[in-house]
C-alpha cells in the first residue's frame, strides 16, 4: 500500500506541475505581433546607427597613390585634432592630401575650419574646403591661406625625398606665425627627415590603412601629447 500511496503522490504532484503550467501568463497573438515588431524596429535602428558611423569617400585612385586610413585611424587623428582646436582661441585646420581625416573632421566636429589641399578634384563636392593642390608647385596656392593654420595634418602622396621636402615648403606657407601644432603620417623612414626639416617626433600610436599596406606608417607631431596618441613614441 505504501508503493501505492507513493504513486498516488507522484500522480498528485504531476497534475499540480501541470496546473501551474497552465497558469503561466500567456502573450495574445496580438501582444505576440507587438513585440515583434518592436524589436524588428529596434535592430533596424541599431543597423542605420551603425551606418551612420560609417563616412563614405569615393574609391581609391592607386594611380595618385591613395590609400585611405581605416575607421580607427580617421576617427583618432580627427578627435586628436578636436581637442587642439579646444586648447585655441581661434583655431583653423588646414588637411594636405588626407580626404580621410577632413572627412571624418568634419563629422566629429562639423563646425571646426578646415580647408583640405588635394590634387584629386573628384572632392570639389566640398566646394570652398576644398583647394587643388600640386606638391610639385608647393606654394601655388591662394595668398589667403598663407600663414593662416594653426594645425595643420599632412599625408604626403609618396615617400620620396623630393614629395617629402615639398610637403615641408607648402608646411612653412600655411603655418601661422608662432607656435601652429603639426601632425604627419608618412613611412617610418622618413623618421630622420621628419626630425631634420620639421622638428616632428612619433607617437606611440600607429595608422593603419584599409587597404593594408607593406609599409610600416608612423604618425609624426611636433607637440607633447601627453596620454593621448599613445604619447612619444619611447624607443625614439
Known sequence: MESVR???????????????????????????EALKEFLAEQNHQISADEEAEEVELVAEDWRLSQFWYDRRTAETIASEVISLCKTLTSPSVACIACPTLYAYLKKVGPEVPAQLLEFDRRFEQYGTE?????????????????????????????LSEECFEKIAETITFLSRPGKSFLLLLTG?????????????????????????????????????????????????
Request: aromatic share 10%.
Open 188 to 236: 617610418e623612414v622618413q623618421k630622420e627627415r621628419a626630425a631634420e626639416l620639421l622638428g616632428l617626433r612619433p607617437c606611440g600610436f600607429r595608422p593603419q590603412h584599409s587597404s593594408k599596406l607593406g609599409n610600416e606608417f608612423r604618425l609624426f607631431i611636433n607637440y607633447d601629447p601627453g596620454l593621448r596618441l599613445d604619447g612619444w613614441d619611447k624607443e625614439s
Open 130 to 158: 576644398f583647394t587643388f593642390y600640386d606638391y610639385n608647385q608647393p606654394e601655388d596656392l591662394p595668398l589667403s591661406l598663407k600663414h593662416s593654420y594653426s594645425i595643420i595634418v599632412a599625408d604626403p602622396p609618396y
Open 6 to 32: 507513493e504513486n498516488d503522490d507522484v500522480i498528485s504532484n504531476d497534475n499540480k506541475a501541470h496546473d501551474d503550467e497552465d497558469d503561466s501568463p500567456m502573450l495574445s497573438l496580438h501582444a505576440l
